[in-house]
């Protein structure tokens, strides 16, 4: 289960503007990837084109073997069907219930009888705490109520690749958590592949196996979790520890003069390399069976944490 | 919208890219007939009441002009003949076109707008349904046919206010007026409306559905959207109005 999305000299503007050139990436099957960036860099843009809502200007995006960029439309509504995509808003259909709103993909895709879509929203509204407002209305419900039935819809015909767009945005540190555990859990049980786009560091330190970082209308940076929160690149450390020191500023970009004169100013030892503390990550919760895939990362995990320990002693 | 040439040629070249999609994707199976039959009866329940309300003043305003006219001529026996023509004709296709257009494709329009800067179209996109085929290929049929219900309505309420008018304020005679009836008009003057009226149908839907598709930057999108969608249906209706009647004149033989 999983898809490789693989992404190769991606460029999109609009008119004369620039929104990200060159991006190439390859998110891996089956692995959690965040894309961070600060706002107005285009995240929202990236995954749009990754489902083919916008066309880029060049580059292209496979997704099991097929370029998204070039497919004819009536092809692209058939691997749209590998997708789930949670909107920043939920993007519920405001005149349909939760119930209908969840239910929507399987009567429009499949031949499935009521009551057994009646069984599959239920679990999926189950799996995202929803259970009781299946009759409200979207524009009954809290925002993070929205977001999961939202994140419910996505899942119901079972895609291989989950997009997230600002799952975190305007929902409080304690749903964030419970999001975030949600998401893993998710991975551990379903095993798709899963992008989520944000610009919360917390979310971004803990969840992900991969981190891409969009500034500058380019990719800094992608990689494994562990080498970008170690990495010395003055961008990425800016955002990872999101201070006011470094390479990004209020409306765009500073000078390289300032840059160096904060950097030296902060004196934080930024020239060794790997200071960078390592925040655990988020595991499966216990009631999840955990995949091999998991088990290896908890394993490593442990052994992180023992070394500290020694360490620390 | 940036007024620029090269950008109103996009909009057409969009808009009639767009009505060509509907075109293509309208005998695709399975039909929506959900949506169908709740868009026609939405569509005809904002329309159905202000139209009434708008053919009986312009019945009246037609044979109040003809009545006059005719007596200035002396030719009143022909008043009858006359303004049952200016309704049928003329009258009853214009007034369904603004309704349908006014009332039928704000409402489209604001409708799909709505749903667009909430994302609600993308997301369905994404679930892999084409909006096209599941919300506007809908609203263009129940715009049509209920554009030409409409019409059958204000051709009927045109003319009784006509009569009303013609015999009861202006002291008309009710046998000359009932008599000359069908001197001037024929059949396929009533077909070459309805005919006119299914294409505004479709006409308003589209153009109302193009623009709520395509609205950005917010409510304000919206509202601006509806209103451009208003001024371009009405523009497009007047002029192929005068292309239908033009090519009418041309290909049906006129009586008299």
Redesign the interface.
Known sequence: MGVEICVEGLTKSFGHQVIWQDVSLTLPAGEVSVMLGPSGTGKSVFLKTLVGLLKPDCGSVKIAGRDITRLREHELYEVRKLFGVLFQDGALFGSMNLYDNIAFPLREHTRKSESEIRRIVLEKMDMVGLIGSEGKLPGEISGGMRKRAGLARALVLDPEIILFDEPDSGLDPVRVAYLNQLIVDLNAQIDATFLIVTHDIASARQVPDNIGLLFRRELVMFGPREELLTSDEPVVRQFLNGRMQGPIGMAEEKDAAQVEQELAALGDGSKTPGSQALTPRLLPGPGITRPPRWEAIARHEAELRRRKAVADA | MRLSPSGALRHSGNLFAMALDVVRTMPRRPFQAREFIQQAWFVASVTILPTALVSIPFGAVIALQIGSLTRQLGAQSFSGAASVLAVLREASPIVTALLIAGAGGTAICADLG??KI???I?????????PIH?LVVPRVLASMVVAVLLNGLVSVVGVAGGYFFNVVLQHGTPGAYLASFTTLAQLSDLWAAEIKALVFGAIAAIVASYKGLTAKGGPKGVGDAVNQSVVITFMLLFVTNFVMTAVYFQVVPQRG
Do not use: K, N, T, Y
């Open positions: 709505a749903r909430r994302e609600e993308d997301a369905m996109q994404v679930l892999g349904i084409d599941r």
